[in-house]
């Protein structure tokens, strides 16, 4: 299986690792702009909300692992109050929110870095067993290619696919009911160390 890099990938990314016991994720390929490859959806009060990591404009392709972070804005502190905004008042998020953050300010050089590193994260809370591996060379065609098919923009049949679409408990879906396939930050703050039971 081949994934892209994603910064706090979405539900159905994780889920697609918990199908496996081993996944690829592209380490070659040109960095893409407008994907989950720097960005991110929550649920706020406000409904869906995107978060993302600005990237320094090189001029011209920039290999995924060589993408830089930009911090001449303060997109961490901005990034940390719309997560405690959003999820202060779900039940776990007390148990994951400063070793999270710790890992934002870590002020990483290179995106690709900090998705692995909250990848990572997510993987060791849920207790995801799936080994991940970074491709050596670029990869053209693969049986399973999910690289452009987890897409911001487009709709995805993932969750429907793997049998495991149904609701669990989010913070604001009395407001504004539940909403699918969010950062799985969402899931984990909302179910904890139940997020595996989900994800399989």
């Not at 390929?29 to 995107?50: D, P």
């Not at 009911?177 to 989900?198: A, K, Q, R, T, W």
Request: hydrophobic content about 40%; some cysteine.
């Amino acid at each position: 299986m081949l994934l892209s890099t994603a910064y706090f990938p979405p539900v159905s990314w994780f889920a697609l690792a918990a199908s496996r016991s081993a996944v690829q994720v592209e380490a070659c390929e040109n960095y893409r702009k407008q994907s989950y490859r720097n960005r991110c959806r929550i649920y706020s009060a406000g409904g869906v909300e995107t978060l993302s990591v600005p990237i320094v404009h090189e001029g011209g392709p920039v290999p995924v692992v060589k993408a830089r972070i930009d911090y001449s804005c303060p997109w961490v502190q901005r990034t940390k109050r719309a997560i405690a905004s959003a999820y202060g008042n779900s039940a776990y998020f007390s148990h994951y929110a400063d070793e999270l953050f710790g890992i934002l300010d870590g002020r990483h050089e290179f995106l690709f870095t900090l998705n692995a590193r909250i990848r990572d994260f997510i993987a060791e809370k849920t207790g995801l067993s799936a080994v991940f591996r970074d491709t050596d060379v670029y990869v053209r065609e693969a049986e399973e290619d999910y690289r452009e098919l987890i897409h911001p923009k487009r709709e995805n049949t993932v969750l429907r696919d793997l049998g495991i679409e149904k609701p669990y408990f989010q913070v604001f879906a009395r407001k504004y009911g539940f909403i699918g396939d969010l950062s799985v930050m969402d899931l984990l703050f909302n179910e904890g160390p139940d997020s595996i039971l989900y994800l399989r």
